[in-house]
C-alpha cells in the first residue's frame, strides 16, 4: 500500500462572470437587480437599514425577537392563513440579521415572484405584533440564547467582543442580545424598533430572468406604503488600540476542554486592502491548509481544528482566531497560535502557500455564486457597504492578482499579537498557572 505524503498543488481556478446588474429607483426605494436569462428560479430580497448595529445599548436582540415575530401574523391574516398563503406558493419567508441589515428574502419560480413580493411585504410592513405573541417570541428567544450560552462559546465570545470594543457600545455587546438582554425587552421596544426602521423604503434586490420580470411593479409592491428617506450610516468607528496583549480567563469548573478565543480589531469591509487581508488570512487560518490547522491540529495534534481570519462589517471589523483544546495543552496551543500570528506578520507568506489560497478563494466563486439566492446575497454587499456593480465581476481577478508583496504587506499592517485579546474560556483552577506562566500578557477573570 502506497501512502500520498504530499498534498496536492492547487487547481486552476474556473473561469466566472457574475450576471449584470440592474439598478433603478421606484416609489421611494431602490431596486438592485441581476439578470439570469433562462432561470426558472427568481428570488426576491427585501434589504433594511436596520441591522443589530440600530439597536440601543441595553436593547440587544430586538431585531432577533422582530424576525420572530414576523412569522406570528400580519394586520391581514393571523399566523395559519399567512402560513397557508405563503406555502400556496411554494416558498417561506426566510429572514437574515446581520451588523447592518435586516433582511427578508423569498424563492419562487418566475411567474409566482410578484405574489410573493406582495406576501412578503405584508409582513415586513404590517406585521400583527400582537402583545401575546411578542411575550411569548421573546420569551422562547431567551430561552434558546440560554441553552446556547450554557454551552462553551457564547460566553468567550462576548469576553472577547467586549475588551475589543468596549462593553459599553452596541457593538462590544453580541449581535444577537444575551439571556438577560433579551428577557427584559418589552412589547414597546418592539413596535417601537419596527416603526423606527420596517417602514423606510430600503432596496428590494431581485436575482432572475428579468426580460420575465416587471421590476417597476416589484418594486411599488415592496414599497408601498412606506416613506421617510435614508439615515446616516455613520464611518468607520475608530477602535482604541491598546498596547500589551491581555488574557481574559473565563471559569468553565470541571470543563475536559478549553474554548480560545483570539483577537484584536482591523479594519472595516470597504478598506481597499480587503483582498489581500483575505488572502493573509487564509494562509494563516483561514483554510484546512492553513498555518494555524498544520500546526495546532496536524504537528501538535492539540485539537481537531483551528481557525483563523478577518471579519468585517460596514464599521468595524475584527481579526480572531477560534478553537477547542485539551485542558492539559491550553497554555502551549496559545503560545504556538501567538507565535504563529507573529511568524506570519513578520515573515509575510510564500508564494506556494499565496497560490493555494489564491485558487482556492478565486474557485469559490464558481460554485458559490451559482443559485439566485447566492447572487441575490452577493448583490447585499454592494448596497450595504457601498461597493461599485462591477465588483463582483472584478473580483476573482483581483484575488488571482494578489502578489506575494500585496499579501505580506497587508499581513505586516493589519495582524497585530502585541495587542491581542485572548480570551480563554476553561477549568480555572486547572490552567491559570500555566497561563500565566507563560508571559503573554496581564491575565484578568471574566464576571458574567
Known amino acids: 500500500m502506497t501512502l500520498i505524503a504530499d498534498r496536492p498543488g492547487p487547481g486552476a481556478a474556473r473561469p466566472y462572470r457574475f450576471p449584470q446588474v440592474v439598478r433603478r429607483t421606484v416609489a421611494g426605494g431602490q431596486v438592485v437587480a441581476a439578470h439570469l436569462p433562462g ?157 423606527e426602521w420596517f417602514i423606510r423604503p430600503g432596496t428590494l434586490i431581485v436575482a432572475g430572468d428579468l426580460n420575465r420580470l416587471d421590476l417597476d411593479a416589484l418594486g411599488a409592491t415592496a414599497f408601498a406604503g412606506t416613506g421617510g428617506g435614508p439615515v446616516e450610516q455613520g464611518g468607520p468607528i475608530e477602535v482604541p488600540t491598546r498596547s500589551g496583549r491581555r488574557i481574559i480567563l473565563v471559569d468553565r469548573p470541571g470543563s475536559v476542554q478549553s474554548t480560545l478565543r483570539l483577537g484584536h480589531p482591523s479594519p472595516h469591509r470597504a478598506h481597499p486592502d480587503h483582498v489581500p487581508m483575505t488572502l493573509a488570512g487564509t494562509v494563516l487560518g483561514g483554510a484546512f491548509t492553513s498555518r494555524l490547522n498544520h500546526l495546532i491540529r496536524e504537528v501538535r495534534g492539540y485539537t481537531y481544528g483551528i481557525r483563523g481570519d478577518f471579519a468585517s462589517s460596514r464599521r468595524f471589523g475584527r481579526f480572531g482566531v477560534s478553537s477547542s483544546v485539551q485542558t492539559a495543552v491550553t497554555a502551549p496551543a496559545v503560545v504556538e497560535a501567538v507565535g504563529e500570528i507573529t511568524r506570519t506578520r513578520e515573515t509575510g507568506v510564500t508564494e506556494e502557500e499565496l497560490a493555494v489560497a489564491r485558487s482556492w478563494r478565486a474557485g469559490q466563486l464558481s460554485v458559490e455564486l451559482q443559485s439566485p439566492r447566492a447572487i441575490a446575497a452577493a448583490l447585499t454587499t454592494l448596497v450595504v457597504y457601498d461597493l461599485p456593480d462591477d465588483y463582483h465581476a472584478r473580483l476573482r481577478e483581483s484575488l488571482l492578482a494578489a502578489d506575494v508583496a500585496q499579501v505580506s504587506a497587508a499581513a505586516a499592517t493589519h495582524l497585530r499579537p502585541e495587542e491581542l485579546t485572548l480570551v480563554v474560556e476553561g477549568d480555572a483552577a486547572v490552567i491559570r498557572d500555566e497561563i500565566v506562566g507563560t508571559g503573554l500578557g496581564e491575565l484578568v477573570e471574566y464576571a458574567s
Open 39 to 195: 432561470q426558472n428560479l427568481a428570488v426576491a430580497l427585501l434589504l433594511l437599514d436596520a441591522g443589530a448595529g440600530r439597536e440601543a445599548t441595553g436593547k440587544e436582540g430586538l431585531g432577533a425577537v422582530l424576525a420572530k415575530a414576523l412569522e406570528e401574523g400580519t394586520a391581514q391574516r393571523d399566523a395559519t392563513a399567512y402560513a397557508l398563503a405563503i406555502e400556496g406558493l411554494g416558498t417561506e419567508l426566510v429572514i437574515g440579521l446581520d451588523w447592518d441589515s435586516f433582511q427578508v428574502s423569498v424563492q419562487v419560480p418566475v411567474e409566482r415572484l410578484s405574489a410573493a413580493v406582495e406576501l412578503l411585504a405584508e409582513a415586513v410592513r404590517t406585521p400583527k405584533l400582537d402583545p401575546d405573541d411578542v411575550r411569548r417570541v421573546r420569551d422562547d428567544e431567551a430561552t434558546a440564547l440560554r441553552m446556547d450560552w450554557a454551552n462553551p462559546g457564547p460566553r468567550a465570545d462576548a469576553a472577547l467582543r467586549a475588551d475589543l470594543f468596549g462593553a459599553g457600545n452596541r457593538w462590544g455587546r453580541p449581535m444577537y442580545g444575551d439571556p438577560e438582554s433579551v428577557a427584559a425587552l418589552d412589547v414597546e421596544d418592539v413596535t417601537v424598533f419596527h416603526s
